[in-house]
């Protein structure tokens, strides 16, 4: 295993768990118990986000811009829909 596939298998386990924390937050039965989820999700999002930046860096998580036409074509899709 080499090391693209470990950052790739920890970005995957870190966005499962800011999954189940996020879950955790909006299914809280007490303020206490939901601040506990935020607190582990934010957390969590900045450990992700660092994680990503890292592999990003090293073109191991490469992206594009979207054309302005594809925004569009997605604004005009879910417009009426909100």
Known sequence: MNDQMIM???LLTT???CDL???GTIESATQNVQQT???ALSDSL???GDIYQKMAAKGWYPSQQAQ???IDQVRQKYAGKL
């Open 8 to 10: 790739e298998n920890i």
């Open 15 to 17: 966005k499962g768990v």
């Open 21 to 23: 924390y996020m879950h």
């Open 37 to 39: 989820f935020d607190s």
């Open 46 to 48: 900045c450990m992700q």
């Open 68 to 70: 302005p036409q594809q």
